[in-house]
T-cell receptor, first 112, second 112 residues
Framework: AQSVTQLGSHVSVSEGALVLLRCNYSSSVPPYLFWYVQYPNQGLQLLLK??????LVKGINGFEAEFKKSETSFHLTKPSAHMSDAAEYFC??????????FGTGTRLKVLA | DGGITQSPKYLFRKEGQNVTLSCEQNLNHDAMYWYRQDPGQGLRLIYYSQIVNDFQKGDIAEGYSVSREKKESFPLTVTSAQKNPTAFYLC???????????FGQGTRLTVV
């Protein structure tokens, strides 16, 4: 079975500061990992995904994430936060089935 | 443009009435999903379908029903047996196990 834990339901950063959103996963088989962003009253938009290969994955809007098998982590980072990054972020895992398991989300607030 | 269309965006129903949420995709994806989103709980899987005329229960299927008569369509019926149906409902689709899921814009259902 797979599971995802996102540490911190709310994260605040200053504009221009580093964004770090944490995600740890559990999977009995090699996982596929995803980060999504959601703006209010909208669907989820894919930021980036890890399937196989390079462990550092670059996504849209300057975000990237690193797959660390030894730590079972897939943390999301962005060097410099922008006001438009304020949203809710979800980490998700999938494995050998078609099911996607989502974390409970982290709401990012960007302070001017 | 290819994508997933959910309708309506907002839906109000009286308690005890069944209601059907529409989900249509033109991405030619085999798999489709329904998730329920409540504040602080992330996305919970209601039903998913890997191919036409086949679907499986997710984690919170009680009080819901689906059909998959066409590849493009995966409607969700919220029945009167669902004890707390007010929520944000998201439909998604994917092409294969390792690919990301694409989401619709969601339907916010309010039962009064």
């Amino acid at each position: 079975a797979q599971s995802v834990t996102q540490l911190g339901s709310h994260v605040s950063v200053s504009e221009g500061a580093l964004v770090l959103l944490r995600c740890n996963y559990s999977s009995s088989v090699p996982p596929y990992l995803f980060w999504y962003v959601q703006y209010p009253n909208q669907g989820l938009q894919l930021l980036l995904k890890y399937t196989t290969g390079a462990t550092l994955v670059k996504g849209i809007n300057g975000f990237e994430a690193e797959f660390k098998k030894s730590e079972t982590s897939f943390h999301l980072t962005k060097p410099s936060a922008h006001m438009s990054d304020a949203a809710e972020y979800f980490c998700a895992v999938s494995a050998s089935t078609y099911k996607y398991i989502f974390g409970t989300g982290t709401r990012l607030k960007v302070l001017a | 443009d290819g994508g997933i269309t959910q309708s309506p965006k907002y839906l109000f129903r009286k308690e005890g009435q069944n209601v059907t949420l529409s989900c249509e995709q033109n991405l030619n994806h085999d798999a489709m999903y329904w998730y329920r989103q409540d504040p602080g709980q992330g996305l919970r899987l209601i039903y998913y379908s890997q191919i036409v005329n086949d679907f499986q229960k997710g984690d919170i299927a009680e009080g819901y029903s689906v059909s998959r008569e066409k590849k493009e369509s995966f409607p969700l019926t919220v029945t009167s047996a669902q004890k707390n149906p007010t929520a944000f409902y998201l439909c998604a689709s994917s092409i294969e196990v390792a690919s990301a899921a694409f989401f619709g814009q969601g339907t916010r259902l309010t039962v009064v």
